[in-house]
């Protein structure tokens, strides 16, 4: 089992880019997870997917989007980004609320 | 509001010296709280989920407690492969967000 993928594990962005960061699992988890990282603010929940065909916001979802794409994929989209941008992105997932989550190895996003 | 804050932010402790790390909570109804350690560059790894006051859990020399306003994370004779920040986190009743805290950073001087 490979646990949580994510790719790419980094990426340069200029300001006003596209793309979209990918996560899948492999543990026939329910409940998926994006969350960024910055120095002194700790993890914060972007968005949620309690389970397949389901998603919710969740601290800081301004300036992303998500799709979930099946049961084991669920990606992140930012449409134009910009500097407050730049952080290390993990996913996550649980087989269903309550439960411990696993994550990602995350993805480096630098945006100029 | 919900919130989660761990204290202190660091700890320097010498090998085999033991110490708590604290994490105060504030979240309406409680689904669960839980304990992750990461290590530099690397994505957090579970270690303890606690789901009611007066729950405890151990594994090799940490031990987590939990009562209804915070939880300790007890680690007895530190080693150096102890170092790692540790985080706290809390999940509510009412829906599945998850609110983490800044962590503690540990280290353990050999």
């Known amino acids: 089992n490979a646990g949580v993928t994510q790719t790419p594990k980094f990426q340069v962005l200029k300001t006003g880019q596209s793309m979209t960061l990918q996560c899948a699992q492999d543990m026939n988890h329910n409940s998926m997870y994006w969350y960024r990282q910055d120095p002194g603010m700790g993890l914060r929940l972007i968005y949620y997917?309690?389970?397949?065909?389901?998603?919710d916001k969740g601290e800081v979802p301004n300036g992303y989007n998500v799709s979930r794409l099946n049961k084991r994929e669920f990606s992140l989209r930012l449409e134009s980004a910009a500097p407050s941008q730049t952080s290390v992105y993990f996913c996550?997932?649980?087989?269903?609320?309550?439960?411990?989550?696993?994550f990602g190895p995350g993805t480096r996003l630098t945006v100029l | 509001e919900d919130q989660v804050t761990q204290s202190p932010e660091a700890l320097r402790l010498q090998e085999g010296e033991s110490s708590s790390l604290n994490c105060s909570y504030t979240?309406?109804?409680?689904?669960?709280l839980f304990w992750y350690r990461q290590d530099p560059g690397k994505g957090p790894e579970f270690l303890f989920t606690?789901?009611?006051a007066g729950e405890e859990k151990e594994k090799e020399r940490l031990k987590a407690t939990l009562t209804k306003k915070e939880s300790f994370l007890h680690i007895t004779a530190p080693k150096p492969e102890d170092s790692a920040t540790y985080l706290c986190a809390v999940q509510a009743m009412r829906d599945d967000k998850i609110i983490f805290g800044k962590g503690t950073r540990l280290h353990i001087l050999p």
């Open positions: 979240v309406s109804g409680l689904r669960g």
């Open positions: 996550a997932s649980s087989e269903r609320s309550g439960r411990e989550q696993f």
């Open positions: 606690l789901y009611s």
């Open positions: 997917s309690a389970s397949e065909g389901t998603t």
